[in-house]
C-alpha cells in the first residue's frame, strides 16, 4: 500500500506551472529577492559582530561559498536534464509503457529517502568531493524533471500526433516538430523545480567537501552564532531566487508562440 | 447546388482499373478475439466519393486507417494506383493521401501557412512554391490569405479550423483524400455550408475520396456510392445513393435508412429530372375575362403572372381576377425561383413556404421553364419501386 502512495502522489503533484503562475513568477520573484536583499543589508549593518562573527563571515569566504553552492547547483541541474528528458523521452514512446511506472516508483522511494541519507550513500559509493554532491543532488533532483517530461509529452493532443502521423512524418520528426513543443512549458516548471532543490540542496554539499553556503550556516549552528546562519540561509535563498527567475525567464521564452 | 457527377462517371469507372483496392484486408487489433475488419474487398474509383457508414464501431475508420497504413493490416493487402504499397514505406504513402480527421489536429503551435506547409515542406518543395500554393489552398477553401496565413489555429472557429484542415489535407496535390467523420463535430448550419462547398470543390478538383459517416444523411448527399457497413466491416450494400434509397439490399440496411429513406430520394433528384407542368400564363396585358377562361379550363389552382420579359412574378387565382385590384399587388408573390439544378427536396421546402403548392422553375436568365407542383412529387414519390423499405 505504501509503495502504491510514493508512485500516486509524484503522479497526482506535477510540478506543472501554468502560464499565468509563471507570467505572475516574473513580478513575485524579483520583489521576493529584493525583500531578502534588504533583509540581509539590514541584519548585516545592524548585527553586533563579535570576532567569531566576523571571521566566519569574512566576504571573500562568503563569496567562494556562493560560487561553490552555484557550480553545484549548476552542474548537478545539467546533469538532470541531461539524464531525465531523453529518459522520460524514451518511456513515453510507443512499446515501453510498462518501464515508465516502474521507473516513476523507484525515483520516488529515492525521494522519500531523507537527502541526507542519499547523500551519505553517495559518499560511501563515490568517496568526498564535489563530484559526489553533484551525483546525489542529480539523482535527488531527477523525478521532478522526468515526471514532468512524461507528463508534459502524454498531455499533448493525440489528435495533433496522428495528424502529423498521417502526414507522413515519421517517429522522430514527430516528436521534434510536435511533442518536444507542445510538452516544453510542462518540462521548464519541473526544470524549475528541481533547480530550487538542487541550489538548496547544495547547502549540504559541505558534509562531504563539496564546500558551500552550507559551512557558514553549520559553523554558526556550532559555535552558536544566529547571525551567521541567518546571513548564509539569506544567501542561499537569493541564490535560489536568482536561479528561479532565469527559469521563468526560460519557461516564458521557450514556449512555442500560439499555445493559450 | 451540389452538382455532384454521379452517372456517366461511374459508368467510365466500371472499365478504368480502381484507384485503391483492399483486398481479402483483415485487421485484428492486439489482445482483441475478434477482427475489427474482416476480410473485406473494396474498389474505389478513381475521382469518386465513396462513403463508408455504418453505426458506430462497425469498423469505418479501422477501414479508413488501412488505407494510408495508419495501422497495419494483419492480412491482405493494399494497392494504390495499381502498385501494391502493402509493404511499401507507409509515410510516404501517407503523403501522397491527404488525410482529415474530425478533431482536425491543427498544430497549435505552427500558424495557419505553417499547418498547411507540413506536407510540401517534407516533400521539399521550394519556398515560393510553397507560399503560392497555401494561398491558393486557402482562397480555395473560403479563408482570406491575407487574413488567416499568420495566424494560429487557436483563433479559429471549428468550421474555419476544418477548412484549414481540408487545406492542409490538399496540400501537396494528392489525388486522393481520406476524411473520417470531417464535419462531425461542427455545428448543423455550418456542416451544412461545409458539405456544400466540399462538393463544390470537388467537382472542380476530382480527387478520390473515401468519406467515413455515421450519419446516413450526409452519406446519401456526399456520396458518389454508399458502402453499407455493419460489425467487422462487413459490405452490407454498396451502390449509388439512389439504388440503396430505392431499393435497399435487406432488413439491416432498412433499418440503417430509417423511415425517411424515401423523402431523402428527393435530395437526390433534380428539377432538370423531372416533367415541369405548365399552368395557364399570363401577363398584365391578358384580359382578366380571358384570363379567367383559362384557369377555368385548366386542372391548376393558379395561373402563373409573367412579366415582359417572361419572368414569373406572382401565381395569380380566380379571386385575384375576380377583383379590381391590379394583378401583382393582390397575388400571391414568387420570392424565390428555382433553378434546373436545384433538388426536389429545395423545391419542395420552396412550395411549403410560398403555400401556393408550387414552384416555378426559371433558367439561368431568369426566363419562365414551368411548374413543379407538390402533386407531381407526390406522385413520384409513390411511382417508386420503394420494395423492401419500411413505410
Ligand atoms: N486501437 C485499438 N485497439 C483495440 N481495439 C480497437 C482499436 N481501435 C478500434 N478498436 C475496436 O475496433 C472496432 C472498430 O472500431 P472503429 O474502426 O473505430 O469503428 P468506427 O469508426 O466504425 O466507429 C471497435 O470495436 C473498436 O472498439
Ligand atoms: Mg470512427
Same mark, same amino acid.
Not at chain 1, 552550507?214 to 552558536?224: D, E, F
Not at chain 2, 489552398?137 to 499568420?150: A, S
Not at chain 2, 473515401?210 to 453499407?228: L, N, P, Q, S, Y
Not at chain 2, 415541369?276 to 396585358?285: D, S
Given at each position: $500500500?505504501?509503495?502504491?502512495?510514493? @508512485? ?69 541541474? @545539467? ?87 498521417? $502526414? ?19 518540462? $521548464? ?11 538548496? $540542496? ?24 544566529? @547571525? ?33 | ?33 475478434? #477482427? ?41 493487402? =493494399? ?87 481540408? !487545406? ?6 494528392? +489525388? %486522393? ?31 478520390? =475520396? ?8 450526409? /452519406? %446519401? ?14 459490405? !452490407? ?16 440496411? %432498412? ?5 425517411? /429513406? ?26 382578366? /375575362?380571358? !384570363? ?10 393558379? !395561373? ?7 419572368? #414569373?412574378?406572382?401565381? %395569380? ?65 409513390? +411511382?417508386? #419501386? ?6
Amino acid at each position: $500500500m505504501s509503495t502504491t502512495n510514493v @508512485v500516486d502522489n509524484p503522479e497526482t503533484l506535477p510540478a506543472r506551472r501554468n502560464q499565468s503562475v509563471s507570467q505572475l513568477d516574473l513580478i513575485v520573484i524579483p520583489v521576493f529577492f529584493v525583500l531578502l536583499a534588504i533583509l540581509l543589508t539590514v541584519v548585516w549593518i545592524y548585527s553586533d559582530f563579535d570576532g567569531t562573527t566576523t571571521s566566519i563571515l569574512e566576504p571573500d569566504r562568503l563569496w567562494t561559498q556562493a560560487q561553490e553552492q552555484i557550480t553545484v547547483a549548476l552542474w548537478s541541474t @545539467v546533469l538532470v536534464i541531461v539524464l531525465a528528458i531523453p529518459l522520460g523521452i524514451l518511456v513515453t514512446r510507443e512499446g515501453a509503457p510498462r518501464l515508465k511506472n516502474n521507473l516513476v516508483t523507484v525515483l520516488g522511494l529515492g525521494q522519500a529517502l531523507p537527502a541526507y541519507g542519499l547523500l551519505v550513500l553517495f559518499f560511501v559509493a563515490f568517496g568526498q568531493g564535489t563530484l559526489t554532491v553533484v551525483l546525489a543532488l542529480a539523482a535527488f533532483a531527477l523525478l521532478p524533471v522526468l515526471r514532468n517530461t512524461i507528463v508534459g509529452l502524454e498531455q499533448v493532443d493525440k489528435s495533433v500526433i496522428e495528424a502529423g502521423k498521417g $502526414m507522413g512524418l515519421n517517429g522522430f520528426q514527430r516528436l521534434r516538430k510536435i511533442e518536444l513543443p507542445l510538452a516544453v512549458p510542462v518540462i $521548464m516548471g519541473g526544470i524549475r523545480t528541481a533547480t530550487i532543490i538542487n541550489v538548496g $540542496m547544495a547547502t549540504l554539499a559541505y558534509l562531504i567537501g563539496g564546500g558551500g553556503l552550507g559551512i557558514t550556516i553549520a559553523a554558526g549552528l556550532k559555535l552558536n552564532r544566529p @547571525v551567521t546562519i541567518l546571513v548564509g540561509a539569506l544567501l542561499v535563498a537569493l541564490i535560489a531566487l536568482a536561479f528561479d527567475f532565469i527559469g521563468g525567464l526560460a519557461q516564458r521564452y521557450l514556449r512555442p508562440k500560439g499555445l493559450s | 447546388m451540389n452538382p455532384n457527377p454521379q452517372g456517366p462517371q461511374l459508368e467510365e469507372n466500371k472499365v478504368t482499373t480502381p484507384k485503391i483496392s483492399l483486398r481479402n484486408v483483415t485487421k485484428t487489433y492486439s489482445g482483441v478475439d475478434q #477482427p475489427a475488419v474482416k476480410d473485406l474487398d473494396l474498389d474505389i474509383a478513381s475521382g469518386e466519393i465513396l462513403v463508408l457508414v455504418g453505426p458506430s464501431g462497425c469498423g469505418k475508420s479501422t477501414t479508413l486507417r488501412l488505407i494510408n497504413r495508419m495501422i497495419e493490416p494483419s492480412s491482405g493487402e =493494399i494497392i494504390f494506383d495499381g502498385e501494391n504499397v502493402t509493404n511499401s514505406d507507409p509515410n510516404e504513402l501517407r503523403r501522397r493521401m491527404g488525410y482529415v480527421i474530425q478533431q482536425v489536429g491543427l498544430f497549435p503551435h505552427r500558424t495557419i501557412a505553417e499547418n498547411i506547409a507540413v506536407v510540401p515542406k517534407s516533400l521539399k518543395w521550394p519556398k515560393d512554391r510553397i507560399r503560392a500554393r497555401v494561398d491558393e489552398l486557402l482562397e480555395l477553401t473560403g479563408m482570406d490569405p491575407n487574413v488567416y496565413r499568420d495566424r494560429y489555429p487557436k483563433e479559429l472557429s471549428g468550421g474555419q479550423a476544418q477548412r484549414v484542415g481540408v !487545406a492542409r489535407a490538399l496540400g501537396a496535390e494528392p +489525388d %486522393v483524400l481520406l476524411m473520417d467523420e470531417p464535419f462531425g463535430a461542427i455545428d448543423p448550419i455550418t456542416r451544412f455550408n461545409l458539405q456544400n462547398e466540399f462538393l463544390r470543390l470537388q467537382s472542380e478538383l476530382k480527387k478520390t =475520396i473515401v468519406f467515413v459517416t455515421h450519419d446516413i444523411d450526409e /452519406a %446519401v448527399k456526399m456520396g458518389d456510392r454508399i458502402a453499407i457497413l455493419r460489425d467487422q466491416s462487413e459490405i !452490407a450494400q454498396l451502390d449509388t445513393p439512389e439504388a440503396i434509397l430505392t431499393n435497399p439490399a435487406d432488413a439491416f440496411v %432498412v433499418d440503417f435508412l430509417g423511415s425517411g /429513406a424515401v423523402l431523402k430520394t428527393l435530395t437526390l433528384r433534380r428539377l432538370r429530372d423531372i416533367q415541369l407542368v405548365h399552368p395557364p400564363e399570363i401577363t398584365e396585358q391578358t384580359g382578366r /375575362a380571358d !384570363a379567367a377562361a383559362q384557369l377555368r379550363q385548366s386542372d391548376f389552382p393558379y !395561373a402563373v403572372l409573367l412579366d415582359d420579359t417572361r419572368r #414569373p412574378i406572382a401565381w %395569380v387565382d380566380q379571386k385575384n381576377l375576380d377583383s379590381s385590384d391590379s394583378l401583382d399587388s393582390n397575388s400571391r408573390r414568387i420570392p424565390v425561383k428555382l433553378q434546373p439544378e436545384d433538388t426536389l427536396q429545395e423545391a419542395l421546402s420552396v412550395m411549403l413556404q410560398t403555400s401556393a403548392g408550387m414552384s416555378a422553375v426559371v433558367d439561368g436568365s431568369g426566363q419562365y421553364l414551368g411548374t413543379c407542383t407538390i402533386q407531381s412529387l407526390a406522385e413520384l414519390l409513390t +411511382d417508386q #419501386p420503394v420494395d423492401g423499405a419500411s413505410l
